[in-house]
């Protein structure tokens, strides 16, 4: 049984910071990309930002210059640190582990509000 668990959302005003953690546990292979997706009310989810076991990244447009993702791969845990968050940075996060088989996992998710 695999477990991906977020933490770290909350309510915070614009122009503040927020850091997300996620953890992965259980029985997994071995972890290679793992990221953030986030879902605002009545939009898709959307990729917010990716990490490759090498340490390649890859991030949305919206969020490029204010958001930096990292892992520690000793651990299979993935972070996001948010700064200047806006409004429109509302939803609710969720993780993504996948391992080496491309099996994808995902986390119940975890509400960042940012309020004007």
């Known amino acids: 049984q695999v477990q991906v668990v977020e933490s770290g959302g909350g309510l915070v005003q614009a122009g503040g910071s927020l850091r997300l953690s996620c953890a992965a546990s259980g029985f997994i292979f071995r972890v290679n990309s793992m990221g953030w997706y986030r879902q605002a009310p009545g939009n898709e989810r959307e990729l917010v930002a990716s990490i490759s076991r090498g340490d390649s990244t890859n991030y949305a447009d919206s969020v490029k210059g204010r958001f930096t993702i990292s892992r520690d791969n000793v651990k299979d845990t993935v972070y996001l640190q948010m700064n200047s968050l806006k409004p429109e940075d509302t939803a609710v996060y969720y993780c993504?582990?996948?391992?080496?088989?491309?099996?994808?996992?995902w986390g119940k998710g975890t509400l960042v509000t940012v309020s004007s």
């Open positions: 993504n582990v996948r391992d080496s088989r491309n099996i994808n996992y």
